[in-house]
């Protein structure tokens, strides 16, 4: 989960402001819409009821954080009191109240909201364009209602309550935390130090690089899809890592998986090394990897034994890699765009699922499929060379199909969005507003009540996550629009503890959030 959260959340710090009160429809779509109301009193409430009335009838509305305590006989008005846990409402602050309605058509209502008298109305969505109406809200000034397809602002969502630099700060230590080998001089971990610093294959150095989640396996497909993702995220949002006083964290965070991929690498040997320890001998141990002493068997891939996912997928990370430092270290980066070529290069001669060839991973990392990762890494290489072969083999490696997720075994959305940045063709924008739109409210994938989007039960925030990493990235290349962003941003948000619980999930985040994670070097 984290890769994908830690530089997505340092894009909404330049999206996200205040949202004034009102009552929003914010989604439509046929049989339905969501909206909500966001009270913001001057003074304490200790205890509130408000009354939304639709200009048609609903046949039924879901809220998560409020009763619907009556309903009116024609089923436009329905009135929504506190629950006990939400009935103090601090002046100054502000509660948002979800709902999905579900009605006949696919034209949405418009709504007016009132609360002990006095009411605002505001517009329905539109299909087309144009800017929101003004909705005078109740005890508040004027502020905008989003419209779909129009223009509606990301400065009127409500996410300013969080401190994405701190996020993001936080997001970055994680990986800090994660890395093994010898650790640098300037280590902001002070519970960590040096560790397996004896991992090698064959007597080859594979020292270094990052365990994977809370254990100490060294997985490179999940770790090279985390370093992409970031790389990624680096080349097209510098700037808000530089607004937010991170951007040195950053390109110094990224050298221990960049470092450890060239370490993994022997083009003189055409050998890859795709993992270090045994994950079902390290399960076996639960303490700190400064006092393991367990075997750690090596892995590779080669000729014979393929696995052009996982080094295909590496060879993007090192291709991104030197992107983002060609400027700031140009020896370095023609070093990594070196790398890139040659495994790249191994992997298109050598197609194969890795895990077929090293068995070892497959229940804990086992691949679906290669050509993905190819046309992701294809994509990639091109992007940083203009080479005009890249491109044609990610065009042939793509399958057409919109993605299910974007993930470390799922990699369709990211080589169909990198297609539409080289190509500007309408087949590839359209596969990624599908996939994009398949995490929306009305699309096929469900969204939780309190706004996650939900893929899987496990590892359910990476899915949502990743969703939200194509919608920020294909934003950036002008799909999606606002929309995308806010789907992006209501993930995120949810994440950071805009759910039920007020519970984070990113660890130092808030008051609230988890004490005792899984994670051994903890």
Known sequence: MQEFISW??????????????GVYISQAWSGGFHGHVTLSPSQDLHGWEVHVKFSKPIDSLEVWTAKVSAVSSDKTEYTLTNKDYDRDVHGGSELQIDFNGHMSGDTAPTATLSSGG?????????????????APATQAPATSAPQTGGSSNLNSHPSTKFDYAKALKLSILFFDAQRSGRLPSNNPIPWRSDSAVNDNGDG??????????????????PQATATHVLAWGLEKFKDAYQASGQLDMMYDMLRTPLDYFLKCWQPDRQVYWVQVGNGEIDHGYWGRPEDMHMSRPAYKVTAGSPGSDVAGNTAAALAVGSLVYKDKDASYSAKLLAAAKSLYAFAKAHPGIYSNSVPEAKNFYGSSGWEDEMCEAAGAMYKVTKDQQYLNDAKGYDKGGAGWAYSWDAKNAGCQLLL????????????????????????????????????????????????????????ADGIGGDKFKKLALR???????????HFSYVIG??????????????
């Open 8 to 21: 997505l959340l340092l894009a909404s710090l330049t999206l996200t402001s205040a949202e004034s009160q």
């Open 118 to 134: 006095g009411s605002s109305q505001t517009s329905a969505p539109s299909g087309g364009g144009g800017s929101a109406t003004k």
């Open 204 to 221: 080859h150095d594979l020292s270094g690089g990052w365990y994977d989640a809370g254990d100490h396996v060294k997985f490179n497909l």
């Open 420 to 475: 539409w940045e080289a190509t500007h063709e309408g087949k590839y924008k359209g596969k990624v507003e599908e996939f994009v739109n398949s995490y929306d409210y009305g699309g096929s994938v469900p969204i939780t009540p309190c706004g996650l989007s939900w893929r899987d039960k496990w590892g359910s925030n990476g899915y949502a996550a990743g969703a939200s990493t194509i919608a920020v990235l294909a934003a």
């Open 491 to 501: 993930n995120i948000d949810y994440m950071l503890g805009e759910n039920r619980q």
């Open 509 to 522: 985040f808030g008051s609230n959030f988890p004490k005792k994670p899984h994670h051994r070097a903890a």
